[in-house]
T-cell receptor
Framework: IAGITQAPTSQILAAGRRMTLRCTQD?????MYWYRQDLGLGLRLIHY???????GKGEVPDGYSVSRANTDDFPLTLASAVPSQTSVYFC??????????????FGEGSRLTVL | GDSVTQMEGPVTLSEEAFLTINCTYT??????LFWYVQYPGEGLQLLLK?????DKGSNKGFEATYRKETTSFHLEKGSVQVSDSAVYFC??????????????FGAGTRLFVKA
């Protein structure tokens, strides 16, 4: 089934360690996004990419980095994890980058716990 | 900046009851409005959307009307089922400002439907 694949599904990580969350889509969508979901705060945008080779900062980018070497992959890296980065992370994509009418397609999430 | 405010949950209803989940927004431009649903253990998926004032989005018995005069997009369903138990997110997509089009989410409202 076409869609977005995230890995790992769940991870427990020691503070200070480096972690990369993987995201791959096979829908050939131009735009990709990383959100974190925290209780009572909804989803907050971390980073986004409107097309391969470009990235931008969202609402809560500190402590995270992304790259977009090709259309399909959009990894999210925590260089040195801290407990406040404990969250559920969702990768998403959308077809259009120049329009506000397109829906987002989400992966199933990666639950990260930083101790 | 743009924002979305939705009613706090959880909302607990009996099967076949009427559902309303309130959502209001603030936006600089002319946003599109969305409702997404998240079932347990899954990512978000689009439930319905409306792209301009007075549009009504509908799907699976759910409806919401884009009210520009009250900046609202309330979700309604006439008769809920146990299978509707999920978290519902109101969202907007607005391209005004730097960074292109991004989607902003409300905090989410958890719905429990009892048999």
């Amino acid at each position: 089934i076409a869609g977005i694949t995230q890995a790992p599904t769940s991870q427990i990580l020691a503070a200070g360690r480096r972690m990369t969350l993987r995201c791959t889509q096979d829908m050939r969508h131009n735009a990709m996004y990383w959100y974190r979901q925290d209780l009572g705060l909804g989803l907050r945008l971390i980073h986004y990419s409107n097309t391969a080779g470009t990235t931008g900062k969202g609402e809560v980018p500190d402590g995270y980095s992304v790259s977009r070497a090709n259309t399909d992959d959009f990894p999210l890296t925590l260089a040195s994890a801290v407990p406040s980065q404990t969250s559920v992370y969702f990768c998403a994509s959308s077809v259009k980058t120049g329009s506000n009418t397109g829906e987002l397609f989400f992966g199933e999430g990666s639950r990260l716990t930083v101790l | 900046g743009d924002s979305v405010t939705q009613m706090e949950g959880p909302v607990t209803l009996s099967e076949e009851a009427f559902l309303t989940i309130n959502c209001t927004y603030t936006a600089t431009g002319y946003p599109s409005l969305f409702w997404y649903v998240q079932y347990p253990g899954e990512g978000l998926q689009l439930l319905l959307k409306a792209t301009k004032a007075d549009d009504k989005g509908s799907n699976k018995g759910f409806e919401a009307t884009y009210r520009k005069e009250t900046t609202s997009f309330h979700l309604e369903k006439g008769s809920v089922q146990v299978s509707d138990s999920a978290v519902y997110f109101c969202a907007l997509s607005d391209g005004v400002g730097t960074g292109g089009f991004k989607t902003i989410f409300g905090a989410g409202t958890r719905l429990f439907v009892k048999a």
